[in-house]
């Protein structure tokens, strides 16, 4: 995957301390990774990047809307997302991933792309189950809603499943509460 030079840091030539980076996210850094599961987004990615002597820290913060479609209607929403991550970058012999929030860069390194970082942390915000709001609080009227309570099973009232029980059965219950 072709890397894009907005999400490299040059880390060489940066001072100890915070250094602060800002990204504005739209569809097309989505289309550069082939992921085609939202209508349109607009995310705001804060990176705090504070360079020490022997390792560096970073510190994702990740807010905004993505447009994407219910999994029950199929009705498109903007999904509010708000996250933040953090990871500790330091030097070894080789390249190493495989933490969760640990990379091992090998040493001669001078920049550090983010822009894997960032798609997985903003996938990673949405929520597993894509539900559109007015699903949850009723006020959504939709053709799909009204034909899923159509076909849903109903459930038999209590007082129809009393009358149906085996009279010998309420004889057998008359054994255990009269001792």
Request: hydrophobic residues 35%.
């Amino acid at each position: 995957m072709k890397r894009l030079k907005e999400f490299t840091i040059p880390f060489v030539g940066l001072k100890q301390g915070e250094h602060h980076f800002e990204y504005q996210i739209d569809n097309a850094f989505f289309e550069h990774f082939e992921y085609e599961e939202f209508n349109s987004s607009s995310i705001k990615v804060d990176v705090l990047f504070n360079k020490k002597t022997t390792l560096f820290e970073l510190n994702f913060k990740i807010s905004g809307t993505v447009n994407i479609n219910c999994d029950i209607t199929n009705e498109a929403y903007d999904q509010e997302i708000s996250n933040e991550f953090d990871i500790v970058v330091k030097f070894g012999e080789e390249l190493n991933e495989d933490e969760i929030d640990i990379l091992i860069l090998p040493h001669g390194e001078y920049e550090l792309n983010i822009q894997q970082y960032i798609y997985e942390f903003i996938v990673l915000s949405i929520p597993t189950k894509r539900i559109h709001p007015g699903v949850e609080d009723g006020t959504l009227d939709s053709e799909i809603l009204d034909k899923l309570e159509e076909l849903s099973p109903k459930l038999k009232e209590t007082k129809e499943t009393e009358e149906e029980i085996d009279p010998r059965w309420n004889t057998l219950k008359k054994l255990l509460t009269d001792k």
